[in-house]
């Protein structure tokens, strides 16, 4: 069964960025966020990371989709997580300002990864998985700025400490690869996957 009004994506995130991105083109969607642990093992570097969680989302959305008789119209689960990586060392979501302060440190005046890893299933015999990462560059920044960027509390909720969608974007001098991946979901590359699949016919479904 392919992705349409009786049959939405179920897509297992709670990120606003993600619902976003998939309902500004038109993919009917439902929305039913997974939780699992996300902490770093020692000595994992991010791309095993990202492999692990990913799998361990994909897991759990597939288990709710079966718990729940709501969900049982998506033939299509949709996971996703995304990591901030400087010289391999991971970036999660900020802890407290201090911390965020902390990240921003590392970041500013050099470039950094942001990959983002996503999974299309219909089961867990029939899974496409695939990273996709963007190299992006901080500005050079002194100390206030980043003390007041990190005060607005914008990227409390962000891996990497910043919101590039939002007033984030002034700390970044460029950007090569896929803006998308950067908010939290490669959406071209979602959505070529779940066409290849034939999961998903000609975009967009609806007019704007």
Known sequence: MSIGPGSPLLLASGSPRRRELLAQVGVPLVV?????DETVLPGEGGDAYLSRVVDLKLGAALAARAARPDL?????????????????QI???????????????????????????FAVATSEQDVHAETVSTTVWFRELDDEQIARYAETGEGIDKAGAYAIQGVGAMLVRAIEGDYPTV?????AAVVTALQRRRWLGPLPLRAS
């Open 32 to 36: 039913a966020a997974v939780d699992v």
């Open 183 to 187: 908010v939290g979901l490669p959406l």
């Open 72 to 88: 049982a119209v998506c033939a299509v689960v949709l996971v996703a997580d995304t990591s901030v990586l400087v010289d391999d």
């Open 91 to 117: 970036l999660g979501k900020p802890s407290s300002t201090e911390d965020a302060r902390a990240m921003l440190q590392k970041l500013a005046g050099r470039a950094h990864r942001v990959a983002t890893r």
